[in-house]
């Protein structure tokens, strides 16, 4: 992506000498590092860095792309997209490994597999009732939290879930990662769920739609679980519109389904702080933020299904007649 | 300017701003129960000896209404906009008012409200999150923001609150007070009914937190939409950074849809 900046340096360094030319090849340098990696590059933690596995998609490194976005056109925004890809294993995907504290008191991480609790929990148990953020490192999960019952210590206490306060289970959660970032997960498969090519190999959505699998809405309310009501257009039908950016040449059809998002979602996970309660009210909404882990992509890069699957929200348009 | 020159400083702005844009944190961080509603309070004087002093809601919702602080005391609703100067606490105002060692502790020791070094403040932001999981645990849970209940706590008596302090609050005249409900109709067809409720505010704020700055005295003729609460005005005033938060929907869309 930076080929024809790179070359015009090249060719302005011929000209000039002393300084400039010292600078500018300092500043190839640097993009060649860092910046034509940028998708690939591990963050800038080090420590972070060493438990890494290959091919988990970061939201953080997806940052450092977008941020030197050039106007070159769509094969920037598919270059994005490329490196946004996940191409590791399906069992991994969604994988959190929550290193911060644990590598500082020198135990090993906790490897969380959102896979294995998607098919007990919706996402709105473990991202609003108890207070998970969903942005990593962000938690700070102590182990004073989790015995008293906070975070993985409200289910994870030995009525609902395994206990956490006995020594012996520790390695349940506590993984050994090798200096390569690769790990060894259980095997874990969703009997019956219709399967994708993508992500994690599941569709969520349609699992739920059929009831293979029958996730809880809530740990604390039994009946009134879920958010607010939708407004009737919204249950009607999806939300559609055509996605237009004066960076890139092209405009995309969109169409946005409420009432899958609603089965696993909050209303509040959502509004008012990602999307305005308003259509057309987010303002910025495009696909470079997307890709940087922004709107759509606080999910769908890393534990919903990734931007493979183009044709989900961007549907074929209808010819008209 | 030669068509170089112009191009070396194409490159430079670039770099540049490649370096601005990584350091940007440009996600808002989640706001955290046991921090819901803390405001810190500091102002850039010229002596910065003292670290600027984090208020916790919390703490002081489960003794007194905000009337007391935002009316009684002269608090602004808005961070900044108080302006606490040392002297002020000292003479008795602000802060001073409760905190001369009668009411509640002395300011006398300043390090209860102002940490000196940045090890102390982690340190009482530690303790600050023990003392609110453990006040927690006895009152009423709810699911959004602070996550605790506090018109039920209120309702069901766990929490007293004070409305008055002897020497700067006057009494109020019972017979202002309106417990009248308050029926709405969003503008979107299937969403709830809002049901405002007076006297569940009116426990807290009285007359004079909401009339008639924030809303005219007349039913239904302030003009609002979710943008706007969002935004911090009307509701947004204090749901959203102190009340239960506007994510909380149900509280408000209460009554359930009756459709034709």
């Known amino acids: ?321 | 300017m030669t068509r170089e020159k112009r191009m070396l400083r194409g490159v430079t702005l670039f770099i540049i701003s490649f370096f601005l844009f990584t350091m940007a944190d440009n996600a808002a961080a989640m706001q955290k129960s046991y921090q819901y509603g803390n405001v810190k309070m500091g102002q850039s004087g010229e002596n910065d000896s003292v670290a600027p002093v984090t208020f916790q809601h919390w703490t002081h919702r489960d003794k007194y209404t905000c009337r007391l602080c935002h009316v009684d005391l002269e608090f602004s609703q808005y961070p900044g906009e108080t302006q606490v100067l040392e002297e002020d606490n000292r003479e008795g105002r602000y802060c001073g008012a409760c905190h001369n060692g009668k009411e509640a502790f002395d300011i006398k020791t300043c390090d209860e409200c102002h940490a000196k070094t940045d090890a102390e403040q982690k340190l009482s932001a530690r303790q600050a999150k023990k003392d609110f999981y453990k006040f927690k645990k006895t009152m009423p849970p709810a699911t959004y923001g602070n996550k605790i209940n506090w018109m039920k706590a209120e309702d069901q008596g766990k929490i007293k609150l004070k409305d008055t302090l002897p020497g700067i609050s006057f009494v109020q005249n019972a017979s202002m007070i309106n417990n009248r409900d308050e029926p709405r109709k969003p503008k979107l067809p299937g969403l709830p009914d809002i049901i405002f409720s007076h006297s569940k505010h009116v426990v807290w704020n009285g007359c004079g937190m909401c009339h008639p700055d924030s809303f005219t005295i007349e039913t239904g003729k302030t003009p609002m939409t979710m943008k706007e609460i969002i935004a911090g005005k009307f509701c947004g005033r204090c749901h959203g950074t102190v009340a239960f938060p506007l994510n909380d929907c149900l509280r408000c869309h209460s009554k359930p849809v009756t459709l034709k």
């Open chain 1, 1 to 321: 992506m930076f080929f024809t900046n790179y070359r015009s340096i090249v060719r302005l360094l011929k000209r000039r000498c002393g300084m400039y030319r010292i600078a500018g090849m300092l500043i190839v340098s640097f993009f060649m590092l860092c910046g034509c990696n940028g998708s690939k590059s591990v963050p800038q933690d080090a420590t972070l860095a060493s438990v890494k596995p290959t091919g988990q998609v970061d939201s953080s490194a997806g940052q450092e792309t977008s941020t030197v976005s050039s106007p070159c056109g769509g094969s920037v925004l598919f270059d994005k997209m490329d490196a946004t890809m996940y191409q590791g294993d399906p069992e991994k995907y969604g994988d959190v490994i929550f290193s911060e504290r644990s590598l500082k008191n020198n135990v090993d991480p906790v490897v969380f597999s959102h896979r294995t609790h998607r098919t007990r929990y919706t996402c709105r148990v473990c991202h609003l009732e108890l207070d998970f953020s969903m942005k990593k490192g962000e938690s700070g999960v102590t182990r004073e939290d989790y015995l008293d019952g906070r975070f993985c210590g409200a289910c994870h206490n030995g009525k609902i879930a395994f206990p956490v306060d006995i020594d012996r289970d520790c390695d349940r959660c506590h993984v050994p990662i090798d200096s390569k970032g690769q790990y060894t997960n259980k095997d874990f498969a969703v009997k019956g769920a219709s399967q994708q090519k993508y992500g994690d190999g599941v569709n969520w959505v349609e699992s739920l739609q059929t009831g293979v699998i029958s996730p809880k809405t809530s740990l604390y309310n039994k009946e009134n679980s879920s958010s607010m009501p939708l407004p009737e257009h919204l249950k009607k039908e999806r939300l559609r519109w055509t996605a237009k950016s004066p960076k890139y040449p092209v405009s995309v059809a969109v169409s946005f389904p409420h009432e899958a998002h609603v089965k696993w979602l909050d209303c509040a996970n959502c509004h008012p702080d990602i999307f305005m309660v308003q259509k057309n009210g987010t303002v910025d909404f495009d696909k470079d933020k997307i890709l940087e882990g922004q709107y759509c992509g606080v999910c769908h890069l890393t534990v919903a299904f990734p931007m493979d699957g183009c044709r989900r929200c961007h549907p074929r348009r209808k010819k008209k007649k």
